[in-house]
């Protein structure tokens, strides 16, 4: 079983920026795939960008490309997503996700472990 606590939402200007980390239970983190996805009012929850156990590969939605950077550091069990150039639209509730089934994961089935979720409001 994995936890997961995601921390670093908040309301913030358009243009400015949000770092997300995502803190992780268990002593096979390096094993998993994680990912982060976010949920709008009204919306499905969306992929927003996807990192390989190893960081060394990781994949972003077209909607973030260029903006978002997500990485980690497996020595402390947490996954980060730094968020620049925010927009109104980013506005949702963010949640990381653990995969042990697959290298790099951009669907929600990919994933097998969810945290609850951080609040992002980005004002105009």
């Known amino acids: 079983q994995v936890q997961l606590v995601e921390s670093g939402g908040g309301l913030v200007q358009a243009g400015g920026s949000l770092r997300l980390s995502c803190a992780a239970s268990?002593?096979?983190?390096?094993?998993?795939?994680m990912g982060w996805f976010r949920q709008a009012p009204g919306k499905e929850r969306a992929f927003v960008a996807a990192?390989?156990?190893?960081?060394?590969?990781?994949f972003y939605a077209d909607s973030v490309q260029g903006r978002y950077t997500v990485s980690r550091d497996n020595a402390k069990n947490t996954v980060y997503l730094q968020m620049g150039s925010l927009k109104p639209d980013d506005t949702a509730v963010y949640y990381c996700a653990a995969g042990f089934r697959v290298v790099l994961g951009i669907r929600r089935n990919d994933y097998d472990y969810w945290g609850q979720g951080t609040q992002v409001t980005v004002s105009s």
């Open positions: 268990g002593s096979t983190f390096s094993r998993f795939a």
């Open positions: 990192i390989s156990g190893s960081a060394g590969r990781t």
